[in-house]
């Protein structure tokens, strides 16, 4: 399998303790939850691929989800999340029994650290043949590269026409494809056009803010409800299903 995985210096900068907190994190669990929800899939087995630390397996388990998450990476995780996240592990190499199992996949912000993700998506699907559902997320944009992207090991940032030929490459269907985070595209954009560096060490919300993250969070949640999917944002979220044979 293709790796993935961050080194300490990018975990300890992207997943800070409390990270679970900010805006962009508590949002993306919204969405990823409301797709799922939207589409039947609550009741489904799930798996999360490049997990990081769990944030988002953490989230739809306290939503009585099942999921289980995989990471490359031998990175520590909460307590209460021993047993359904598995670090340091090959998803591939998880038992036959329990790939069997699996009905949808996440690859969430994964598959941008991949130099050939056709052919590492090719092997997440013949190792998980009983998947149907795919569910990715990528920073979008390639108009907004920056330091960011090249301190995070990323190959590329996507628009939709290059995300949606992964499926064309799969032979898979898709279901969705749209930018998320509408309100950030300008400002990053500007960044880029003044020469601004990005913050790659981020910080976890404390205290007040916390309830600042909280009220940013639903503001991004509510647009992606009612702005157009076509409209460009810093993400892209592509729900992939296996047509029926």
Known sequence: MYNTAFNREQFDSIYPPGI????????RNRIIYDVLKKHSLLK?????IGCGRGIVVDYLNSKKVTI??????PVPIDKRLKGIVHTGTNAIGLPEVKRKKIEVILLLDVIEHI???????KEIIVAFQNAKH???????CRELWSNYDEFNGHFRRYNKKMLSEHAENLTWNVKKCRYLYHALYLPARMLVKMKKQRNVIL????????????IISLLFFSEYKIIPGGI???SLLLYLYKPDQ
């Not at 289980?68 to 990476?73: M, Y």
């Not at 795919?134 to 979008?140: F, G, S």
């Open 20 to 27: 679970e907190n900010h805006y962009w994190n508590h949002c």
């Open 44 to 48: 489904s087995s799930i798996l999360e």
């Open 68 to 73: 289980e998450g995989c990471e490359l990476a």
């Open 115 to 121: 130099e050939n993700p056709d052919a590492f998506l």
């Open 134 to 140: 795919l569910i990715i997320t990528v920073p979008a």
């Open 203 to 214: 910080k976890a919300p404390h205290g007040f803010s916390l309830f600042i993250h909280k």
């Open 232 to 234: 460009k944002g810093t």
